[in-house]
Every structure is written in C-alpha cells, then in structure tokens.
C-alpha cells in the first residue's frame, strides 16, 4: 500500500489561501491522487483527484508536478468551516488496483 | 446527490456477541471498501471488495472478519466474536470503475462492553 507524508498541522486565517503538501514516492504508474476533508465523527468527504498536472474544482485545486512524487492541495479563501484533518491518499484504477490507505492527514486550523 | 448508507449509525454489543454492520453503495459502483477509525487515530484500511470477491486487505482484517455482498445492493461486515479493541467508527465506501474516487458512508459507530 502506498505510503504518504504530510504535514501533522497547519495554522490558517479566514480568507487565506492554504497549501497542503503530500509527499508519496513510491506511487504506482496506475495510482491516482486523491484528497479527503474529515470533520469529527463524520465520514471522510472526497475534495478533489488527479493523476497528473492540474485539476480544479469549485472547492480546490491540486498540483501534480511531472514525476508525481508529490501533490499540493490548495484551498483558496479558507472559512472556519474548513477546519478539519484533510488526508491525501494514493490508489490505483483499473484491475489489481490498490485500495486507497490513509496516513495521519493534516489538521488545518482557520482563525477568525 | 447519491450517497452511501450505513446502518445502524450506532451499536453496542457485549465481548464475544457477533455483529454485523450493513451498507448500501450507490447503486452502480463496483468498488467496495470497509475501514475502521478508533477514536483520536487515523482511519485505517480493512478491505476492499470487487467481482464478488475480495481483491485486497489489511494485516486488520483477520480471521473474525468477513464481508458480503449478499443481494447485490448490500455490503455487510461482520465481526465474528467482538474484543474490546474493536470499538470504533466503521465506514464503507464504494466507487466506480473509473475514476475511482471512493465516496464514504457517516459510519456506524461499534462499542464493544
């Protein structure tokens, strides 16, 4: 299963842009990336997935440089609201793929 | 906007009794995905679920667990004989094909007394 590391916390304040970095260097060529919101005692919600270079949503944006070794999560103009443990997760597609296993995330803290 | 669904949303049960926790995916993924979250630690992989059959899963998952998918619409855990260490949230989550974003139930929370 593939391993990631980021950041254990990040300090924010309201309407900041916030950047989560996610370091995974044995990623598979068949993995994608994919980050998840958790609030407590809720289920892990899906931000955003990417397999390489640039993805946005209406919520954020991931980067993906060209050897996939890392990925950024953006979060732009941050609220209270987004104060949660954020994780980035790799996981492949297609048959055999590996399941996607969560590392001990980031707790984003936003001040008013 | 389809979501997972999980039942019930919480259990108690005495060491030793046998529990089962249900699921219902969205309806035409093919990815099934069972984890464990103990209060305060990270989520944790139990096992992943495909062609009706298990396609992976963790050192977690021994023996006292197993999974089903019983008529096509469910997906169960069961837990043969419960411990006290096994008290935690428990989510399911499914996905589709491609991509294979994973969307999670709000889990069922097992207290083992």
């Known amino acids: 299963l593939a391993k990631t590391t980021q950041p254990i916390s990040m300090d924010s304040y309201e309407g900041q842009e916030v950047n989560i970095t996610c370091s995974h260097n044995?990623?598979?060529?068949?993995?994608?990336i994919t980050w998840y919101q958790q609030f407590p005692s809720q289920g892990p919600r899906f931000i955003i997935q990417?397999?390489?270079t640039k993805v946005t949503n209406e919520v954020a944006s991931l980067f993906i440089p060209a050897d996939r070794k890392s990925s950024t999560l953006s979060l732009p103009r941050v609220s209270l609201s987004d104060t949660a443990v954020y994780y980035c997760?790799?996981?492949?597609?297609?048959?055999?793929?590996?399941?996607?296993?969560f590392g001990s995330g980031t707790r984003l803290q936003v001040q008013p | 906007e389809p979501e997972v669904t999980q039942t019930p949303s919480h259990q108690v049960t005495q060491m030793g009794q046998e529990v089962i926790l249900r699921c219902v995916p969205i309806?035409?993924?093919?990815?099934f995905y069972w984890y464990r979250q103990i209060l305060g630690q990270k989520v944790e992989f139990l096992v992943s679920?495909?062609?009706?059959?298990?396609?992976?899963k963790s050192e977690i998952f021994d023996d006292q667990f197993s999974v089903e998918r019983p008529d096509g619409s469910n997906f169960t855990l069961k837990i043969r004989s419960t411990k006290l260490e096994d008290s935690a949230m428990y989510f399911c989550?499914?996905?589709?094909?491609?991509?294979?974003?994973?969307?999670f139930g709000q889990g069922t929370r097992l207290t083992v007394v």
């Open positions: 989550a499914s996905s589709p094909a491609i991509p294979p974003e994973a969307f």
């Open positions: 044995n990623i598979a060529t068949n993995d994608y």
């Open positions: 990417g397999y390489k």
């Open positions: 997760l790799v996981g492949g597609a297609g048959p055999g793929r590996r399941a996607l296993t």
């Open positions: 309806s035409n993924h093919l990815y």
């Open positions: 679920f495909y062609n009706n059959e298990i396609s992976e």
